[in-house]
T-cell receptor, first 116, second 110 residues
C-alpha cells in the first residue's frame, strides 16, 4: 500500500454513459497525476495538478475527459459519453512536488474501466 | 517522446543477473524505475537524477548516464519475486509528467 487510494477499483459501464473516478493522494503531496494504461503498454500521461491548479493536460485527452482537484486534496476524473476505446486502467499518482530534488511518484491501485 | 527500453523480455533462472536499459533522445532531469505485476499498480523502485549518479538497494541498482541520456537497471542474484514488467519513466523537469517506455517483461524461473 503506497498511501494513494482510488475508488472504485473496477467500473463496468455501457457505451455513452458518464463515469467518475476518485483519487486520494498521500496527504502531504502537492502534485497529483492521472495516467491511463492499456494492456501491454506503459502508463500514458493524462493530466496533473499542483495543489488545485491543473498544470498540464495531454493533447491526447479529448474534451470528454475532465479532471478536478477542488481543494488541493482529492481529485476526480470524469469521462463523459464513454466509448469502448476508453476501456483501460486509470492510475493516479502523487508526489511532493517540491520543484527541486527528486519527486518520486507513488501510484494508487488504479481503477479498471470496462466499456461495453 | 517515449523512451526506448531493451530488451523487451528476458527469462532468467533464480540467481542469475539481468540488465534493463532505457534510452531517451531528449535531455532528461531524472529517470524513474518501476516494477509492475499483472493486474497491479506500478511499484516505485528508485529515481536517478541527472548528474550520473548510481543508486541501489538490496540486489537492485541503477545508473544514469546524463551525457548519453541512458539509464540501466541492474538486478543481481535474481529472486522469484523479481518477476514482473519493469518500466522506466523519464522526467524532463522536476515534478513534471513521466513518459514511460513500453516495458521489459522479466520472468524468473526456479
Amino acid at each position: 500500500d503506497t498511501g494513494v487510494s482510488q475508488d472504485p477499483r473496477h467500473k463496468i459501464t455501457k457505451r455513452g454513459q458518464n463515469v467518475t473516478f476518485r483519487c486520494d493522494p498521500i496527504s502531504e503531496h502537492n502534485r497529483l497525476y492521472w495516467y491511463r494504461q492499456t494492456l501491454g503498454q506503459g502508463p500514458e500521461f493524462l493530466t496533473y495538478f499542483q495543489n488545485e491548479a491543473q498544470l498540464e493536460k495531454s493533447r491526447l485527452l479529448s474534451d470528454r475527459f475532465s479532471a478536478e482537484r477542488p481543494k488541493g486534496s482529492f481529485s476526480t476524473l470524469e469521462i463523459q459519453r464513454t466509448e469502448q476505446g476508453d476501456s483501460a486502467m486509470y492510475l493516479c499518482a502523487s508526489s511532493l512536488g517540491s520543484g527541486q530534488g527528486s519527486n518520486e511518484q507513488f501510484f494508487g491501485p488504479g481503477t479498471r474501466l470496462t466499456v461495453l | 517522446q517515449q523512451p526506448v527500453q531493451s530488451p523487451q523480455a528476458v527469462i532468467l533462472r533464480e540467481g542469475e543477473d539481468a540488465v534493463i536499459n532505457c534510452s531517451s533522445s531528449k535531455a532528461l532531469y531524472s529517470v524513474h524505475w518501476y516494477r509492475q505485476k499483472h493486474g497491479e499498480a506500478p511499484i516505485f523502485l528508485m529515481i536517478l537524477l541527472k548528474g550520473g549518479e548510481q543508486k541501489g538497494h538490496d540486489k537492485i541498482s541503477a545508473s544514469f548516464n546524463e551525457k548519453k541520456q541512458q539509464s540501466s537497471l541492474y538486478l543481481t542474484a535474481s529472486q522469484l519475486s523479481y518477476s514482473g514488467t519493469y518500466f522506466c519513466g523519464t522526467e524532463k523537469t522536476s515534478g513534471s509528467r513521466l513518459t514511460f517506455g513500453e516495458g521489459t517483461q522479466l520472468t524468473v524461473n526456479p
